[in-house]
């Protein structure tokens, strides 16, 4: 295993929509991993990478999953969230009385790139996003974990 590899494939899927093996290895080689597809396979499989599709392309793309402490929240999150709308560079999170804290902690745990930042009163948390293009990605990302 690899941790400098690991961290490669990492911050590659973070920044790319990597759909297939094949593509992460030419990355991972423009870079100066020498892999094979065997070698990039097995890390796909250490690092738990899992594939989500978004509403604009059907094309599925390794991300990774929820970190196991989020894992835990997971249920509080579903049970606390109401509704997700979102527009512009704006998304309203309604939670029931009292947890929206809990909620904004959650979502800012999951480090998405594309939120700038986010805010939390009672019952609602306001997210705001990096550009206006994310929306429907990341609202897509928080229906999904909460099965909205």
Do not use: W
């Not at 704006?90 to 959650?106: E, Q, Y």
């Amino acid at each position: 295993m690899s941790k400098s590899r690991h961290d490669a494939i990492l911050n590659i899927i973070s920044k790319h929509q990597i759909s297939d093996q094949r593509q992460l290895s030419i990355l991972l080689k423009d870079i100066g991993f020498d892999v094979t597809q065997s070698t990039v396979s097995r890390d796909i499989q250490d690092l738990g990478l899992i594939k989500v599709t978004t509403e604009n392309d059907n094309r599925p793309y390794y991300t990774r999953p929820l970190h196991p402490d989020l894992i835990k929240l997971k249920p509080l999150f579903e049970r606390s969230v109401i509704s997700i709308e979102g527009s512009g560079q704006l998304i309203v999170l309604k939670t029931i009385t009292g947890a929206a804290s809990s909620a904004c902690v959650i979502v800012d745990k999951l480090n998405f790139n594309e939120v700038m930042g986010t805010i939390a009163g009672d019952d609602t948390v306001l997210i705001i996003l990096r550009d206006a293009n994310y929306l429907n990605d990341v609202i897509l990302k928080l229906k999904s974990i909460v099965n909205l």
